[in-house]
């Protein structure tokens, strides 16, 4: 069991928006702004899409964005592609006993 | 432009120790204020971190798993280790390296190897 809880799945068709949620505790999520996003495609290693609740690394889409709001955080995609058909993980500090924690994942299907 | 490559058996016996290596190439292992992390994704799960490294020597371990892992670094060779002691079959995963650029605290995996797929079992 994870320790941060995403949606298993989560689905949009080309041009719409869709938001992923991510909800932790007051230990983790709720305590730290330092939520990270990671987009997986089949096969292929995790890809940094968002760190530290809402900042876009360099070559990002600005179509992603991340937000908090007490213990849940949320990726949101705007303007749905095809290509953003992949699995989407937050992961989370939480602490310096436990430090990292990752969701379960949230398959995103573009319909 | 940083790459990532991990390496080392890919069948490992219960009980026994796994160890991977990951060579960093395009930068120096010690320049910048990064850690260095193990990542594994069991098949057709979520991803799990297992723990970092700092040049310096220190090192951070997920608590499930602190008991077996140790995380060391290279900066010679510029390569970090894991090695993963008393495997069993819940220990098969692709094992990911990346470079973190959390400051110590959250894991910001900006570059990261392909993945290595270690498999426990007789």
């Known amino acids: 069991q994870s320790a941060l809880t995403q949606p298993a799945s989560v689905s949009g068709s080309p041009g719409q928006s869709i938001t992923i949620s991510c909800t932790g505790t007051?230990?983790?999520?709720?305590?730290?702004?330092?939520v990270s996003w990671y987009q997986q495609h089949p096969g292929k290693a995790p890809k940094l899409m968002i760190y530290?609740?809402?900042k876009r690394p360099s070559g990002v889409s600005n179509r992603f964005s991340g937000s908090k709001s007490g213990n849940t955080a949320s990726l949101t995609i705007s303007g749905l592609q095809a290509e953003d058909e992949a699995d989407y993980y937050c992961?989370?500090?939480?602490?310096?006993?436990?430090?990292?924690?990752f969701g379960g994942g949230t398959k995103l299907t573009v319909l | 432009q940083v790459q990532l490559q991990e390496s080392g058996p890919g069948l490992v016996k219960p009980s026994q120790t796994l160890s991977l290596t990951c060579t960093v190439s395009g930068g120096s292992i010690s320049s910048g204020s990064y850690y260095w992390s193990w990542i594994r994704q069991p098949a057709g799960k979520g991803l799990e971190w297992i723990g970092r490294?700092?040049?310096?020597?220190?090192?951070n371990y997920n608590p499930s798993l602190k008991s077996r892992v140790t995380i060391s670094v290279d900066t010679s060779k510029n390569q970090f280790s894991l090695k993963l002691s008393s495997v069993t079959a819940a220990d098969t995963a692709v094992y990911y390296c990346?470079?973190?650029?959390?400051?110590?605290?959250?894991?910001?995996?900006?570059?990261w190897g392909q993945g290595t797929l270690v498999t426990v079992s007789s």
């Open positions: 990346a470079r973190d650029r959390g400051r110590g605290a959250t894991f910001r995996g900006d570059y």
């Open positions: 490294i700092y040049t310096s020597g220190s090192t």
């Open positions: 530290e609740g809402s």
């Open positions: 992961c989370s500090y939480a602490g310096s006993s436990t430090y990292v924690v």
């Open positions: 007051s230990s983790d999520v709720g305590s730290y702004n330092l």
